[in-house]
């Protein structure tokens, strides 16, 4: 199965000025969810920060028979998305304004069959996290690993019994040394799945499960 990438041309609009447009890493993590596409068969889809929306609007046409459950801490980011999933007549899409997943804890605690986030993962300053605009989208504090890490942290509840999780990585997040961490403190499968070199970025994506 071949993964489409969504139309988007209401990211050209000022009102969606402070969200994040597709670029390599959005594309790289595109590749890599197709490489399993036909070996999955998720119920509920969660995407954790999904800017655009082309992500979620992607995995939303691969499974039309899936919940997707798309999240953004930035108000414009969760309109783009509704206009994503709308313009690409994607019905199965839900889109939430909320912090990780703070909202939706009782609802997705065990049940997540694939979980993605393209996170922020440039290194920052700790003082640079929190924004609720564009900046949520790159500033990523000590190493990069903000969101990552409070993702990792929590993939034994989210997940299903067979549930997967993809993250983007890039070579600041020190990624074989992450990897190692993810295996033996919290004893998940982990792997790289595609790495991809986008201008001065270093990209991979990583699978992990149970």
């Known amino acids: 199965m071949k993964i489409s990438t969504p139309n988007t041309p209401h990211l050209a609009q ?26 999955q068969s998720p119920l509920l889809v969660v995407e954790i920060g999904s800017g655009s929306g082309i992500i979620s609007s992607a995995l939303s046409s691969c499974y039309p028979e899936a919940i997707v459950l798309a999240t953004d801490v930035n108000t414009s980011a969760c309109q783009a998305t509704l206009n994503t999933a709308s313009l690409n007549q994607n019905k199965n899409i839900q889109v939430v304004r909320t912090d990780f997943l703070q909202c939706l804890w009782d609802r997705v605690k065990g049940k997540v069959d694939l979980l993605v986030c393209n996170p922020p993962y440039v290194a920052t300053d700790e003082v640079e996290l929190g924004s609720k605009g564009i900046e949520a989208s790159w500033a990523g504090g000590h190493l990069g690993l903000d969101l990552t890490r409070r993702i990792v942290e929590n993939l034994n509840e989210i997940l299903s019994p067979n549930g997967i999780s993809y993250l983007v990585l890039e070579q600041c997040n020190k990624p074989d040394e992450f990897i190692e961490e993810i295996r033996t403190e919290h004893g998940l499968t982990c792997e790289k799945v595609l790495s991809r070199r986008a201008g001065r970025e270093f990209l991979t994506v990583i699978k992990i499960k149970r």
């Open 14 to 39: 000022p009102e969606f000025q402070d969200v994040y447009e597709p670029a390599e890493d959005s594309y790289l993590l595109l590749d890599a969810l197709e490489q399993d596409l036909d070996t």
